[in-house]
């Protein structure tokens, strides 16, 4: 169906747009990229329907990254799975099947910090994904579904 510009929805788009340059501007904001859904979870998603869940990990990782450049720590979200599972409302034991896809699919990268007495996992955001589709579907045959 092809539609036409009317102008009746432009108060709203110049609205939205607004909104989103001011976000962006002010900080404490981060970005999900379009192609989460269009190309990189439906991908995930042919090995797993639900792999789906894996974009409420990212946008709650996103939520939860360090903005303090002065911290070793910064750009990275260093929360607990159980926390994560508590206040994303997923299984606990889903927490780490969904954040392999998301390193499938070139949404996010981890590693280990020992500092101190115990091993904790940084969760880096990597924002969009410079994966081809034959890539991502290399990575995830090796997870399965």
């Known amino acids: 169906m092809m539609t036409r510009k009317t102008g009746q929805f432009t108060h709203l788009a110049q609205e939205a747009e607004a909104r989103k340059a001011k976000a962006l ?12 859904w269009r190309r990189l979870l439906p991908i995930a998603m042919e090995y797993n329907r639900g792999y789906g869940a894996a974009a409420t990990i990212y946008t709650y990782l996103l939520a939860n990254v360090n903005g303090q450049p002065d911290n070793d720590r910064y750009m990275s979200a ?3 799975v159980d926390r994560i599972a508590r206040e994303t409302g997923i299984g606990r034991n889903r927490v780490a099947p ?6 499938a699919v070139g949404l ?6 020992y500092t101190g007495n115990k091993r904790e996992k940084l969760y880096f955001p990597q924002y969009y994904s410079e994966l081809s589709d034959g890539e991502i579907r290399a990575r995830m045959a090796v997870i399965g579904g």
């Open 108 to 113: 996010l990268k981890t590693t280990y910090d």
């Open 78 to 80: 260093f929360t607990s």
């Open 98 to 103: 969904l954040v392999d896809v998301l390193e």
């Open 25 to 36: 501007r002010k900080g404490g904001n981060g970005q999900v990229p379009h192609d989460m």
